[in-house]
């Protein structure tokens, strides 16, 4: 309680703004006090209360005053053709502002699998180059991939939580996920499991099968081959994820999603 609020700063690149939508219905913690109370959320242009010129003085304000001390949050990725043309943040290209930003900050997390990954604006043939944080930045800082489509949101206050207590990053895979919400499959916990060990499967939408809830895996559920934790911590305060909602995982949370993991894939 007596320790001082990290600063972070969040910016956003290409992205549909579903990543800071899902965090802020985090209930445990409630998004209120991890923004209130643990961090300061010192930029955000989506939902901070300046703007402009105001705005944009608020990130060099807090470089000179937290030279890499505080948190660089991405969501959204940076396009690089055109020098950067396709996202225009204050007159500049994203990419000269995620680099600067990079270059003073102390660790970076990537929010979501626009940043992580590229996701959807970098589906083929991606003609804007659009490119995750750790390939588009220039310098070497840590990075922690929270990937999803968007990420779980108690996934992502508990990522924000864990490094505030511990004041490391927790410990990441290969791919820089953190493994305790990256390291089992959808497969490993999916409540529909029993019906694919006992071969019942979904033969096509609206059918028996899809009545009776057995395996999407035949009306491509990608949940054998993605790493998230939507099987055990779910959705909406735990009510809910998309195989119980009766689709497939698409596998939002993978490299290569949306190119692979789509249902336009499959055609
Ligand atoms: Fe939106 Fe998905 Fe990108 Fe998050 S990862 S900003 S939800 S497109
Ligand atoms: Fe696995 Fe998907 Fe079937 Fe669940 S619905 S058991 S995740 S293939
Ligand atoms: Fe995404 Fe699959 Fe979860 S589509 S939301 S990783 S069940």
Redesign the pocket.
């Known amino acids: 309680e007596t320790k001082p609020r990290i600063p972070i700063l969040w910016l956003h690149g290409l992205e549909c703004t579903c990543c800071s939508e899902s965090f802020i219905r985090s209930a445990h913690p409630l998004a209120k006090d991890v923004v209130l109370s643990m961090v300061s959320l010192d930029y955000d242009d989506t939902i901070m209360a300046a703007a402009g010129t105001q705005a944009e003085a608020i990130i060099e304000e807090t470089i000179k005053k937290y030279d890499g001390n505080f948190i660089l949050a991405v969501e959204g990725n940076a396009p690089l053709n055109q020098e950067g043309m396709s996202c225009i943040i204050a007159g500049k290209p994203f990419l000269e502002q995620l680099n600067h930003v990079a270059e003073h900050c102390k660790a970076i997390i990537s929010w979501g699998s626009c940043a992580s990954y590229g996701c959807v604006q970098a589906a083929h043939p991606n003609p804007t180059k659009a490119t995750p944080t750790h390939k588009a930045i220039k310098t070497n800082k840590p990075i922690i991939k929270v990937p999803g489509c968007p990420p779980i949101a108690e996934v992502m206050t508990a990522v924000v939580t864990y490094i505030l207590t511990f004041e490391r990053f927790p410990e990441l895979d290969r791919q820089g996920r953190p493994k305790m919400f990256y390291s089992q499959r959808?497969?490993d916990k999916?409540y529909?499991?029993p019906?694919?060990d006992a071969g019942q499967f979904v033969e096509k939408f609206d059918d028996e099968g899809a009545r009776k809830g057995y395996?999407?895996?035949k009306v491509g559920?990608k949940?054998?081959t993605t790493y998230n934790a939507c099987?055990t911590i779910r959705w909406n305060e735990g009510t809910s994820f998309p195989?119980q909602a009766g689709h497939?995982?698409i596998g939002c949370s993978e490299d290569g999603f949306w190119d692979k993991g789509s249902w336009y894939a499959r055609l």
């Open positions: 959808i497969h999916c529909r499991r019906h694919f395996c999407l895996y559920c949940g054998p099987s195989i497939g995982c």
